[in-house]
């Protein structure tokens, strides 16, 4: 099924390493900014909205912040799979 070449950009792979390199870099930034969000969220949340104190309890707070670890291991992943010269 063809989808014409607008789309065709968004899964089709680039000619080039640097060109690969960059999709996965770009990749790893949006994992590593979800990281830290997720880790902000699960020490300060609370702090910054106090609405979430009821909702963020400490068991919440916790699988925050391992989910952020996950986050950032798979961004460490992807940057490990950069190619090289």
Known sequence: MRMGPFLDRFWRRPPTREG???QKKS?????NAAA???VITGFFGPAINPNLAPV???GG???L???????HIV???????LEDK
């Open 20 to 22: 690969r390199n960059e």
């Open 75 to 81: 961004a460490r992943a992807i940057l490990w799979s």
């Open 36 to 38: 830290i969000t997720l």
């Open 61 to 63: 707070r916790a699988s």
């Open 56 to 58: 963020l309890d400490l």
């Open 65 to 71: 912040v391992l989910a952020s670890v996950a986050a």
């Open 27 to 31: 990749a790893a930034a949006v994992f």
